[in-house]
Nanobody, 115 residues
Framework: QVRLVEHGGGLVQPGGSLTLSCAAS????????MGWYRQAPGNQRELVAT???????NYPLSVKGRFTISRNNAENTVQLQMNNLNSADTAVYYC?????????WGQGTQVTVSS
C-alpha cells in the first residue's frame, strides 16, 4: 500500500518561510517522480514543483526563485522549502508521486500566509 504523508504546514506571516516534508512508503521511491501541488478554495489543484528520480526540479513561474524542491532517496522523503511567502500561496499542499503510470497523493497539509 502506497502512503504519502505530509508534514510542516501551518500559519506564516507574509515574507516568511516554511518547509514541507513528505514521507513515502510502499513505493519504489528512487524511481518515482515526486512533486508538490496545491489547491486554494474555489481553485483547481495546481503544480507547485516536481523533481525527477534523477533530481531535476521543475517549477511554474509563480513559485520559481522562491520555492525549492529536494529529495532524499535514502530516507524516501521529499521536501519543499518555501521562501518569501505571500497570501497567494495560501492553500492545501499535496505531496504527489508518479511511477509506472500510476499517480499517488498524500492527504494534504494546510499552509496559510497571513499577518
Amino acid at each position: 500500500q502506497v502512503r504519502l504523508v505530509e508534514h510542516g504546514g501551518g500559519l506564516v506571516q507574509p515574507g516568511g518561510s516554511l518547509t514541507l516534508s513528505c514521507a513515502a512508503s510502499g513505493i519504489n521511491f528512487p524511481y518515482a517522480r515526486m512533486g508538490w501541488y496545491r489547491q486554494a478554495p474555489g481553485n483547481q489543484r495546481e503544480l507547485v514543483a516536481t523533481i525527477t528520480f534523477g533530481g531535476t526540479p521543475n517549477y511554474p513561474l509563480s513559485v520559481k526563485g522562491r520555492f525549492t524542491i529536494s529529495r532524499n532517496n535514502a530516507e524516501n522523503t521529499v521536501q519543499l522549502q518555501m521562501n518569501n511567502l505571500n497570501s497567494a500561496d495560501t492553500a492545501v499542499y499535496y505531496c504527489n508521486g508518479e511511477i509506472a503510470g500510476r499517480t499517488y497523493w498524500g492527504q494534504g497539509t494546510q499552509v496559510t500566509v497571513s499577518s
